[in-house]
């Protein structure tokens, strides 16, 4: 990998903070009395910092490579009353093999309950030959716009538009479709 005989190809399962005082937990820390309380709720992580426009050093599923890849002709199509798949052509722009790992995350839209900016939903890693070109596809289940309700006791898809992001990090977003969610009328 030091010669460019390999390409790197990792991503970041974290994001990097710019200080530690910018991580959410530090709200809480060090607690009272030897206890501290998890309060972060679903705002851990890329959901905490990408919500409320945290700057950060390194986004989550940020990577390296000698390799650049372009991630176009992204397209959202419903697959079911509250399912998708989601699909787009990954090209290999450099003189270099190499694999990049394309994310879809989920971001809802108006929604009567706290939830992030948005969430990564799935994701594939694909190899490609320097030059090369494939179509990605990526199904969406209904959990994939739900979130957990206390109130229903169960996973609720919220009624509303939700936009399905694609990119190669949670700060990179290459391109985006919408779905109505929570009734049989989607929109793409």
């Not at 179509?135 to 739900?146: K, N, Q, Y």
Request: glycine share 10%; with cysteine; aromatic share 10%.
């Amino acid at each position: 990998m030091i010669l460019g005989d390999v390409s790197p190809s990792g991503k970041l399962a974290q994001t990097i903070p710019m200080r530690l005082e910018d991580d959410p937990s530090m709200l809480n820390w060090p607690g009272e009395e030897g206890h501290v309380d998890y309060g972060e709720g679903v705002f851990v992580g890329y959901r905490y910092y990408d919500t409320y426009g945290v700057d950060v050093d390194y986004p989550f599923g940020y990577g390296l490579s000698y390799a650049s890849f372009d991630v176009t002709d992204v397209r959202v199509a419903k697959t079911g009353a509250n399912t998708a798949r989601v699909t787009a052509t990954v090209t290999n722009t450099s003189a270099v093999d190499g694999a990049e790992t394309v994310q879809v995350y989920v971001a809802p839209g108006r929604q009567e309950v706290a939830r992030p900016k948005h969430e990564l939903k799935g994701f594939v890693k694909v190899s490609l030959k320097a030059g090369a070109s494939t179509t990605v596809a990526i199904d969406l289940d209904e959990r994939a716009f739900a979130y957990w309700s206390v109130r229903f006791h169960d996973w609720h898809v919220e009624p509303g538009e939700a936009t399905v992001e694609v990119g190669v990090s949670a700060r990179d977003i290459r391109g985006a479709g919408s779905v109505r969610c929570g009734s049989a009328v989607w929109t793409t």
